[in-house]
């Protein structure tokens, strides 16, 4: 079963930046399109940036500007660059395939954004 392990996540000030990370195993990652996916207190899991195989990229109004997403074939790994980070950016990243797979969801990394 495809396994996904994110991690880069941790406390930020509003303003600042993290990097996450996402390590993908068990799939043949270069042949998916990839997503940044999170899921704040109470809310449901919302998609917030997408990178196609061809490495195209699509990303969420409420992100547009800040965040960036990559992807490194060769390592199997995908990239969520965030800066200007804002409070409402709160909540648990997780990466999947886009659309996700079901039942392959990590533990996804928590980013907190506060003062």
């Known amino acids: 079963q495809v396994q996904f392990v994110e991690s880069g996540g941790g406390l930020a000030q509003p303003g600042g930046s993290l990097r996450l990370s996402c390590a993908a195993s068990r799939i043949m990652f270069r042949v998916f399109g990839m997503g940044w996916y999170r899921q704040a207190p109470g809310q449901q899991r919302e998609l917030v940036a997408a990178i196609t195989s061809a490495e195209s990229t699509n990303i969420v109004d409420s992100v547009k500007g800040r965040f960036t997403i990559s992807r490194d074939n060769d390592k199997n790994t995908v990239y969520l660059q965030m800066n200007s980070l804002k409070p409402e950016d709160t909540a648990v990243y997780y990466c999947?395939?886009?659309?996700?797979?079901?039942?392959?969801w990590g533990q996804g990394t928590q980013v907190t954004v506060s003062s």
């Open positions: 999947n395939t886009n659309p996700p797979a079901r039942d392959s």
